[in-house]
């Protein structure tokens, strides 16, 4: 753990039935709870002033070079509450190393991996009342780093800070497990060859909005994005991993081509597919190959993954052109199969095999 001290402000925010009420109903990303991490960087002092805040405004001066030149980079990932109370996040090292990926493609400073564990554990066990209990419901957490630097020169900040937010979250789409729709996005790109499209940065999103909005015209959910040079090799939907099953029962997924984002889901299910012995293909996977893999029978089942999003079944992929549906309206049983043990592994249903659980409040620590 790191040896940087936090000073905390314990009070809550809100009342115990202000929480109990959005537990009830969390949505997803409306509701935040009543604290949050903040710890400054500067080039002369590097990592210093840990702090756990109540949740509220920032001060910004608006200068500052995130509100100019867009230099951030944001995490996502859950705390699980199990069974018996306990309080656990999935394979947190890894979206640490992923913003010091992002960190250093956006020319931010990198924060030391235990830093950013350790700033988890803060705010989670200060908020582990907001942790639901409910079915499919978790504590979204938010890890961003932005520039704070008053300065209209275009050049990597000499200030920043990183921030933690927590948000209670139930299922990102709403209606659950039930298939979606995604549009092909033919129009827009939202990166390309030397691109930020593997670093988890706020301006892939911005880029990827009116896609998103045209996507939702047209009754999809979600956008699936191309490579622009080939206008047919599939990179990655806005806000998710794609994933295609075949009939044989092998899984393919486009492999990491600087593109996308390595996602920590997308990693994970290469893992629990291979240990049930299917075989997993990464490489380059084409609209073309889905089409006619769809006609021909040989592709069953497709999904989107990520932390949000979780594993969602996708019905059918859309197009100004063309319409593919993939299987019928019903869930894939490969896809449902999986994503019951990734989410028991998270939730404490099934055995964690691969140490992929990181127990912040053991259940030996409640008070109920
Ligand atoms: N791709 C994009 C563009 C994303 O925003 C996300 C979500 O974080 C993912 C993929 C999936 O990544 P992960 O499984 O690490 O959440
Ligand atoms: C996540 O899954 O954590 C994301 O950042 C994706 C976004 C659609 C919420």
């Known amino acids: 753990m790191s040896d940087l001290q936090f000073t905390r402000t314990e009070a809550p ?10 537990l009830n109903d ?27 805040i109540p949740y509220g405004p920032i001060p910004m001066d608006p200068a500052a070079s995130v509100l100019h030149y867009g230099q ?5 990932l859950k705390a699980y509450r199990r069974p018996d109370g306990s309080i656990v996040t999935f394979r947190p090292e890894a979206n640490a190393q992923r913003l010091n990926d992002s960190a250093r493609r956006l020319a931010l400073p990198e924060i030391p991996e235990e ?25 979204y957490l938010r890890p961003f780093m932005i520039a704070d630097e008053s300065f209209l020169g275009v050049r990597a900040a000499e ?19 039930k298939p979606v729709s995604i549009w092909l996005s033919e129009d827009h790109a939202r990166a390309g060859r030397g691109g930020t499209g593997a670093a988890k940065c706020g301006g ?33 939907l806005g806000g998710m991993n794609l994933f295609l099953v075949r009939s044989d029962g092998t899984l393919v997924t486009p492999q990491l081509n600087g593109n996308i984002l390595d996602g920590i889901t997308r990693r994970s299910l290469i893992q629990l597919a291979k240990d049930r012995g299917h075989a997993v293909e990464q490489r380059e ?14 592709i069953t089942e497709a999904f989107a993954c990520g932390t949000a999003a979780v594993i969602t079944p996708i019905r059918q992929l859309k197009s100004t052109d063309f319409t593919i549906d993939v299987g019928d309206a019903a869930p894939g049983e490969l896809t449902m199969s999986l994503r019951e043990e990734l989410t028991g ?24």
């Open 159 to 177: 200030r920043a800070r990183f921030l933690i937010i927590a948000s209670p979250a139930g299922p990102y789409f709403t209606g659950g497990v």
């Open 115 to 139: 830093l950013f564990i350790k700033a988890i554990h803060e705010l989670v066990t200060i908020d582990a009342d907001w942790v639901p209990s409910g079915a499919d419901q978790s504590l």
């Open 72 to 76: 951030e980079i944001f995490e996502g």
């Open 285 to 298: 996977v084409t609209v073309s190959e889905w089409r006619e893999g769809v006609a021909q029978g040989t």
């Open 345 to 368: 592994m998270q939730f404490g249903f099934v055995e964690d095999r691969h140490g992929w659980l990181d127990v912040i409040v053991p259940a030996a620590e409640l008070v109920r």
């Open 26 to 52: 969390p949505g997803f990303g409306s509701h935040f709870t009543d604290h949050m991490v903040s710890i400054v960087w500067t080039k002369g002092e590097g990592w210093h002033n840990a702090e756990v």
């Open 204 to 236: 892939n999103y911005a880029a990827s909005l009116l896609p998103q909005q045209v996507a939702a015209e047209n009754g999809c959910q979600q956008v699936l994005f191309t490579d622009s040079a080939t206008d047919d090799t599939i990179d990655e």
């Open 13 to 22: 925010r809100l009342s115990r039935e202000e929480r109990e009420a959005i």
